[in-house]
């Protein structure tokens, strides 16, 4: 680190006679530190160089374990990339829509978008009994969810807005009609959400109340 250090030492003078004077000899020696680092500085880069590179002594062909890490922590496209885990939730809508073939029209005439939420616009949900309509309101609501937020939840409250409106609100037995569906709603404090066979029922429920 300091074999060119005699070639600075004049230089190193100079700097430090600028000094005051009880301050001159610290001077001088942080000056040498200093010119001697910037001296060798190009050729420790030379010799780091392998490191980005992926040929470093432990790595063969391949690379070594350090270049690897060195390579990609500052490569944009490992840094901008996605994390795989966690799926945006604006795509979840469109691919509900796919995976089950349900043409948008279908949903233009199950729903109105109302601002940032879907609200059932059917006349007739084709259900007798008002269990059979409660369900049917609850799959139809989740998958409203799922397409504004990317989440197929709904509330109780909004549940219960939604029978009454259909004329289905059976107060004595609304929880337990909820309850005995344990396969397709998940409760989750005062809000549900719609497993996967339930989205399958959703699905099927859409396309039955399109046509």
């Not at 799926?87 to 005439?109: K, T, V």
Request: net charge neutral; hydrophobic share 35%.
């Amino acid at each position: 680190m300091f074999e060119n250090v005699s070639e600075h030492l004049d230089e190193a003078v100079r700097l430090a006679e600028r000094c005051p004077e009880k301050y001159q000899i610290p001077c001088f020696e942080a000056l040498i530190r200093v010119l001697a680092q910037s001296d060798s500085l190009p050729a420790q880069r030379a010799d780091d160089s392998h490191l980005l590179n992926g040929n470093g002594s432990n790595g063969g062909t391949n690379g070594g374990t350090t270049g690897v890490s060195s390579g990609s922590y500052n490569n944009p496209a490992f840094n901008s990339a996605p994390n795989n885990g966690q799926q945006q939730s604006g795509e979840r809508g469109p691919i509900f829509l796919d995976q089950h073939q349900i043409p948008e029209a279908f949903i233009s005439r199950v729903y109105h978008l109302d601002g940032n939420s879907y609200r059932i616009i059917v006349k007739d949900l084709k259900e007798k009994t008002n269990s059979k309509k409660q369900v049917k309101l609850a799959l139809l609501l989740g998958i409203g969810g799922l397409l504004a937020s990317g989440q197929p939840v709904f509330s109780k409250e909004r549940l219960i807005e939604a029978c009454r409106e259909y004329g289905a609100y059976d107060a004595p037995n609304f929880a337990s009609h909820m309850k005995k569906q344990r396969d397709m709603f998940i409760s989750h404090g005062n809000d549900w959400s719609l497993t996967v066979p339930a989205q399958q029922r959703a699905a099927e429920a859409i396309k039955e109340l399109a046509n």
